[in-house]
């Protein structure tokens, strides 16, 4: 069992590396495909947010061809890693990524989908590669904070992940940042925004579901906050 | 030739699995579940079997190591295999009625909430789609 294992981690990486490949091979026809179909819906907000996207592409482009390893305001540092693959269920609880021990990756680390956005936390290390679990994962409950009146509430895992235990005297909108307040991740992170409350006057909170700013089926890289916790 | 096209047809599906490929509205078939229930009503040989499931399940594997849902999915299949000698059906409804079984029994052994329920409904209409497409394509090959 000990040798089966063992050889298993070279042929689960050889596996997570062609599932890459071949992830990347196949999402080229079907972008096409989903493009041609979204044409005749985009409007100013997708482009405004392309731009942005692909002005914060250059930014991580031109420090890549330097280093993998950059800062945030001086405070936190990140290492750029590839998603290997996604969970190959449905439930989407699981990231991995092409980074691991040799690369300084170690458990508890925050994994981010663009600096200060939180899709997850690394939980398992291996040499060459690591298993994040992401706020998708049903049995995951954080503390957050919304909007700049920092309401409190809980950050349930799930698809969608929802925030429950709101003061129902808590003044919430639709749209507002939902940010991490708990010891998990770095203060004020942002895991999306809030997108309908619901104020059901049999409950004695308000709840609420999240609203990402990423699509999860599309990441293809990650960064992981190496200097936290 | 029958054997090695199912078994480059359990790996090449394992592999997609991994990917994002088949991912509809976010949903993601399950192509090992839905491939092997298909192909067991071609197969005779139960260690033959047992490879497939094994090539199948290994190559969904994230890390080294079992984890619960794999452990789940190889049980789940290994049964399939067994009760489609009893079962009353026509091939075929056999098929798609072990699917949706299978299915559902992935998610309540694996862990069921309430927030996964929707995404289990989706994914049992999804493998029953793919799940027939299979074993049609498997009756044509394998009837040859």
Do not use: H
């Amino acid at each position: 069992m000990a040798v089966s294992l063992f050889y298993g981690a070279y042929i689960i990486n050889a596996k997570n590396i062609f599932s890459e490949r071949m992830g990347s091979f196949f999402s080229k026809p079907a972008a096409l495909f989903s493009g041609l179909l979204k044409a005749g819906k985009l409007n100013k907000e997708n482009q405004a947010l392309r731009l942005e996207n692909e002005s914060f592409r250059a930014r991580i482009q031109g420090l890549e061809n330097s280093s993998d390893i950059f800062k945030q305001n001086g405070k936190y540092f990140y290492r750029r890693t590839d998603v290997y693959s996604t969970y190959p269920f449905n439930n989407r609880r699981y990231l991995t990524i092409n980074a691991g021990s040799e690369d300084g990756i170690k458990p508890l680390m925050p994994v981010a989908v663009s600096e200060g956005v939180v899709v997850g936390q690394v939980i398992e290390v291996s040499s060459k590669y690591s298993l994040v679990r992401t706020i998708f994962d049903a049995g995951w409950e954080l503390p957050v904070r919304i909007g700049a009146a920092g309401a409190g509430g809980l950050l349930i895992g799930g698809q969608p992940p929802k925030i429950t235990l709101i003061g129902k005297d808590k003044e919430i909108q639709v749209g507002q940042p939902v940010v991490s307040s708990g010891i998990n991740f770095p203060y004020g992170f942002r895991f999306g925004e809030l997108a309908e409350v619901n104020e059901d006057t049999g409950n004695l909170f308000k709840q609420g579901e999240l609203k990402l700013p990423y699509n999860f089926n599309e990441l293809q890289a990650v960064l992981v906050v190496t200097n936290f916790p | 030739m029958r054997f090695l096209f199912l078994t480059a047809f359990v790996i090449f599906a394992a592999l997609v699995q991994n990917t994002n490929f088949l991912v509809i509205a976010g949903i993601k078939p399950n192509l090992v579940l839905t491939n092997l229930i298909a192909a067991s009503f071609f197969i005779e040989s139960f260690w033959f079997y047992s490879l497939l499931l094994f090539f199948g399940v290994f190559l969904l594997q994230n890390m080294p190591g079992l984890n619960r849902e794999i452990l789940t999915l190889a049980g789940l299949l290994l049964s399939v295999f067994w009760l489609k000698k009893i079962s009353p059906w026509q091939p075929l409804a056999a098929s798609l009625i072990f699917i949706v079984g299978a299915t559902a029994l992935f998610y309540v052994f694996g862990g069921l909430t309430s927030a996964l329920l929707p995404v289990l409904i989706w994914e049992i209409i999804y493998n029953v789609i793919v799940g027939a497409v299979i074993y049609l394509i498997l009756r044509e090959i394998c009837s040859e």
